[in-house]
């Protein structure tokens, strides 16, 4: 027979249990809550290793701003121009990229720059243009970065892009074999007559993941870079889905003959913007401070 001691101890853990259960259910909720919210935010990537966003992102874009490492201002002018931009469709990161530092003051404002900004690649080459610059950013993409994209573009610090444009043109093109830009010499429309323009072109993953195994490009880097790229292509029979986006990648008006035309609504990139009236001329078509609020702090302005 069970004692009444032993009774009443058994009704005292029922009770603590009981009161318990509210606190342990609502701590393996808080838990649930945990992670659902982590992997809702963080993309995971399928077995061919392209990047998935479950979100309203469909696809990813590394655009990397070729320049040099004294181009302080530049970089920061341009931080504004697409700090202000994005695109519903695309995840686009931007890195500038540039060669070995060279200089003691470059250390320490650079390391500024990247404590700030956490856009900036530092490549292991001599600071140069047409010397195989363009060949390390790509042979050294998939060994630096800690993840894939479906593309990558090599861009101009002269060239304005326009994000949203840029990413609806690419979304419904091919995530492999993909070579995209601007058909040079100016006249064609044939994408696979010559090669793409270095204002900005863009390879798919593979492309790039290619350039970084194969030696036929890396027994030939010296030359104009973007010339370069497309003799790689052709003669390794790569990038059989080609677009050029003319007339929506130009240079700027009156500044390289059949290149050039005036600014379209329709713009996914302009050219050869050398100087500030340049820009400011393009800032103000393209209305990029459309969305700045009217506020009592703000005396003066347009």
Not at 37 to 50: E, R, T
Not at 95 to 116: A, D, G, M, Y
Not at 149 to 175: E, G, I
Request: aromatic share 12%.
């Amino acid at each position: 027979m069970v004692s009444l001691d032993t009774h009443m101890s058994k009704m005292n853990q029922r009770r603590l249990i009981f009161a318990k259960l509210p606190l342990l259910i609502s701590a393996i909720l808080i838990v649930i809550f945990i992670i659902f919210n982590l992997s809702a935010k963080a993309p995971f990537q399928l077995s061919s290793g392209v990047q998935y966003y479950p979100s309203t992102k469909q696809f990813s874009l590394l655009i990397g701003i070729l320049t040099r490492a004294d181009n302080y201002d530049r970089r920061h002018f341009l931080r504004l121009i697409y700090g202000i931009q994005s695109s519903p469709l695309a995840q686009i990161d931007i890195k500038f990229v540039f060669c070995n530092l060279t200089k003691p003051e470059q250390r320490v404002l650079i390391s500024l720059e990247i404590l700030r900004f956490n856009d900036i690649i530092i490549l292991n080459c001599p600071e140069n243009m047409n010397s195989g610059k363009t060949y390390t950013y790509f042979s050294s993409l998939p060994s630096i970065l800690s993840q894939p994209y479906d593309y990558v573009m090599k861009a101009d610090d002269d060239v304005f892009l326009q994000l949203s444009p840029l990413a609806s043109s690419l979304h419904p093109l091919p995530r492999s074999d993909m070579y995209y830009g601007f058909v040079v010499p100016c006249q064609s429309m044939n994408p696979f007559k010559e090669y793409m323009s270095g204002m900005g072109y863009i390879l798919s993953w593979d492309l790039v993941e290619w350039i970084a195994k194969s030696v036929i490009p890396k027994n030939d880097t010296f030359g104009p870079e973007d010339k370069l790229v497309g003799r790689w292509l052709n003669s390794s029979h790569k990038a059989r889905n080609r677009f050029s986006n003319k007339p929506a990648m130009y240079d700027y008006p009156r500044t390289n003959g059949r290149c050039s035309h005036e600014l379209i609504p329709d713009t996914i990139a302009v050219h050869r913007l050398k100087r500030w009236d340049q820009w400011l001329a393009v800032v103000r078509y393209f209305n990029l401070t459309n969305k700045l609020v009217p506020s009592k702090l703000y005396h003066g302005l347009d």
